[in-house]
């Protein structure tokens, strides 16, 4: 078994007298693709909070490639290959798509002139948003912000990315596309963390699956054995809907 | 190590597209200040010395105001307390000028320098605080300044001190050096930012001045950059201040430390268009003709200010060049790609 690139181990984190995560583990390989579901409000994208150091978690130790990074900042884990999108897209508003992806591009890898343009400009193709480069990204619509926020991800070069509901508000054409896009970056050895609740897009991708559910892993493993967990579908996904959910669904 | 530093082979691998920085509209914008500093250059010769000792006072301004746009608009930091490092720029050159005996001329940058040094130390205490409480934070660090200067009985303490080392040179001479060294301390400082903006820490800021979480995990070190910009900012104050007591020959705590400064530079940013870098410029421009035309009003004057003010956040909320909705730009700061579709 390879070493783990990511390894999360006993992360606790509480706002106030709200704990919203409570003893999380979790590794992921080198070009793994690993997938979170859970019900809203369950701690999934505090977690990757606490993954990127946004946040620091109350408890437990967030560790990349073997080195322990549960105390620097979100722009040191960045330069150390953890590439992140928002699930409520944070876009710079007065900068254009393109200047978006260049800002990731030459902090998140170092690059400087040509190579940072190049590296911006592929990430901006893969996310499939060069048509609006000179675009300020204010006047984007949601569903370009969320293109923009794998954008930027992509372009920070890194080694790992963590994915909040990007799937969210595409059509069903697109699902595959995005789904071939995240194939491709395990291909290149690109280890994911994908939040999401499409969750056919999910089970299409990732090896492991993981449900959380108020700030604790419910279950964790193989994604079809984990669907079919009866606590799973008893909190997260119900009784009648499957994995063959609707596609379209409305972002929070 | 990183894996997307390959080519990828995703869909569209045509080149990328050439990235323009501006060249024409920063060809202009260049030429249009070579002639705008030239006539102000020319100006002593023309115009009387109460003119000139007036214009200083603008040139302060512009300082000023892209000093607290680059604090406020690109690095986000409301700092209502400049005043400390304006008074220490004022009070260095006195004290250098006249107790170590440094000519006065070269006083001034080195009194900027000193700033800088005590904005190092002091930015690691303010940064603790963020938001409101980091704006009140840096005025109480001023009252601070000003309470330890008004001890120092070298600079006159509390009273203040005079600036007597230009008596050597013929006011006539003294007035137009003093008038020329702030019109190029000023066309340093705006081409300096614009310069700075332009680089790649000027990406950084710019980011970080749009949203400061995503700039952080998309790389950016976004405390150093800040950082940075508040030492920059510091030593840019200082300069200020030691164009103003050269121009007043007169340093007094009271006035160099007043908070009315923190009152000046917010309303020179917001007029003008707060983080662009022509906006201050232009609010500097109003500012200084609005104090020229009311001088006579006495009090009253503060109330036109005020309304003027009150005005421009409600009719062009995104200040004076923001009514230009960047169609005009003299100085570029951006990345175009030229794409043909
Ligand atoms: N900065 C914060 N301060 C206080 N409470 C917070 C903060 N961030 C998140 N929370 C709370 O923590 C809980 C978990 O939030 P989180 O965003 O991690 O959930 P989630 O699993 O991503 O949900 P969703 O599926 O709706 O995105 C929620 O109750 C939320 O209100
Ligand atoms: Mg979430």
Redesign the interface.
């Known amino acids: 078994m390879t070493a783990p690139l990511l390894e999360v181990t006993g992360v606790g984190k509480r706002f106030g007298r709200l704990t919203v995560l409570d003893d999380v583990s979790l590794s992921v390989a080198p070009g793994e693709a690993f997938g979170i579901v859970g019900p809203n409000g369950a701690g999934k994208s505090t977690l990757l909070n606490v993954v990127n150091g946004v946040l620091s978690p109350d408890a437990g130790t967030v560790r990349l490639d073997g080195a322990d990074v549960t105390r620097s900042g979100a722009a040191a884990r960045c330069r150390a290959g953890i590439g992140r999108s928002y699930q409520v897209p944070r876009p710079f508003g007065g900068m254009t798509v393109f200047e978006n992806a260049l800002v990731a591009a030459s902090f998140g890898t170092g690059a400087r002139g040509r190579a940072a343009a190049e590296g911006a400009w592929r990430a901006l193709e893969t996310a499939g948003l060069t048509g609006v480069a000179d675009t300020p990204a204010g006047a984007l619509r949601l569903l370009d912000r969320k293109r923009l926020e794998l954008a930027r991800a992509l372009a920070t070069g890194p080694r790992l990315v963590l994915l909040d509901e990007i799937a969210g508000g595409l059509t069903e054409a697109e699902v595959p596309a995005l789904v071939e896009t995240v194939r491709d970056l395990g291909r290149q050895g690109v280890a994911v963390v994908w939040i999401e609740h499409v969750v056919h897009a999910l089970v299409a991708v990732v090896t492991r699956l993981m449900c959380l559910t108020y700030g604790r892993v419910l279950a964790v493993g193989e994604p079809r054995a984990v669907l079919a967990d009866p606590q799973v579908v008893e909190v997260y996904l119900g009784s009648t809907i499957g994995t063959d959910d609707p596609v379209v669904e409305g972002t929070p | ?14 080149s ?2 050439r ?1 323009r920085r501006g060249g024409r509209a920063a060809w202009a914008g260049g030429a249009g200040l070579v002639a705008v500093v030239a006539v102000l250059g020319y100006l002593p010769y023309l115009v009387s010395r109460g003119t000139q000792v007036d214009l200083v006072g603008l040139f302060a301004l512009v300082v000023l105001g892209t000093m607290w746009n680059l604090l406020a608009g690109y690095g986000g930091m409301v700092s209502i307390g400049q005043q400390a490092y304006i008074g220490i720029g004022g009070y260095g050159l006195v004290y250098l000028a006249e107790t170590v005996g440094v000519d006065p001329f070269l006083s001034v940058p080195v009194a900027a320098l000193v700033c800088a040094l005590v904005a190092w130390p002091t930015s690691y205490l303010a940064f603790r605080l963020s938001g409101g409480y980091f704006a009140i934070g840096t005025w109480v660090i001023a009252e601070v300044v000003r309470l330890l200067v008004t001890q120092v009985d070298a600079v006159g303490a509390g009273s203040g001190a005079s600036l007597t080392a230009f008596s050597g040179i013929e006011p006539l001479y003294r007035i137009a050096f003093v008038y020329w060294m702030s019109l190029g301390i000023a066309v340093v400082v705006v081409v300096g930012v614009y310069l700075l903006m332009r680089s ?1 820490l000027g ?2 800021l ?2 970080i ?3 400061p ?11 150093r950059a800040k950082r940075l910009v508040y030492v920059v900012a510091a030593a840019g104050c200082g300069l200020a201040g030691a164009m103003i007591v050269a121009n007043t020959l007169r340093v007094q705590p009271g006035s160099i430390f007043s908070v009315d400064y923190a009152a000046i530079m917010v309303f020179v940013v917001v007029i003008g268009g707060i ?1 662009t870098i022509e906006g201050p410029v232009l609010g500097a421009l109003v500012f200084y003709l609005l104090q020229d035309s009311l001088a006579d009003l006495g009090n009253w004057y503060l109330v036109v200010v005020g309304g003027v003010a009150i005005a421009v956040t409600l009719l062009a909320p995104r200040g004076l060049w923001g009514l230009t909705r960047g169609r005009v730009e003299l100085f570029p700061t ?4 030229a ?1 043909r ?1």
């Open positions: 190590m990183t894996q997307l530093d390959a080519p990828r082979t995703a869909a569209g691998t045509g990328v597209p990235v790649r990406l950084a710019t980011a001045r749009d949203d979480t995503a700039a952080s995990s998309a790389g950016v070190r976004v405390t983080g951006g990345y175009r790609v794409v579709r």
